[in-house]
């Protein structure tokens, strides 16, 4: 049975910073596609950032620059290291992977992905 679980969600001052981490079971996906989404009340869902085959990453124009995704194949977990945050960054951030496409495109879209963890909340607040 796949199963992603994120952890390191939190409240932190604007401009501080958090780090998420996601840990996948079940299936190795060295060589798919896994991403950050993101989810604020009465908004869709939107992808945050992606690491495809090959280690490519691919970033959200809002978050590029900010945050940094990366991969520990080894350990086959998934983390995004979250700097300069914003009230806007606040959201429930999810893990998502593809277990069928390693190709990065339309990374963006929650509907390529067949794996969701149950989210994590950020809070960005003074």
């Known amino acids: 049975q796949v199963q992603l679980v994120e952890s390191g969600g939190g409240s932190v001052q604007p401009g501080g910073s958090l780090r998420l981490s996601c840990a996948a079971s079940?299936?190795?996906?060295?060589?798919?596609?896994m991403g950050w989404f993101r989810q604020a009340p009465g908004k869709e869902r939107e992808g945050v950032a992606a690491?495809?085959?090959?280690?490519?990453?691919y970033y959200a124009g809002s978050v590029k620059g900010r945050f940094t995704s990366s991969r520990d194949n080894a350990k086959n977990t998934l983390s995004l290291q979250m700097n300069s945050l914003k009230p806007e960054d606040t959201a429930m951030y999810y893990c998502?992977?593809?277990?069928?496409?390693?190709?990065?495109?339309?990374?963006?879209?929650?509907?390529?992905?067949?794996?969701w963890g149950q989210g994590t909340q950020v809070t960005v607040s003074s």
């Open positions: 998502a992977a593809d277990s069928t496409n390693g190709d990065g495109g339309y990374w963006y879209l929650p509907r390529r992905y067949n794996y």
């Open positions: 079940g299936y190795t996906f060295s060589n798919y596609c």
């Open positions: 690491i495809c085959a090959g280690g490519v990453t």
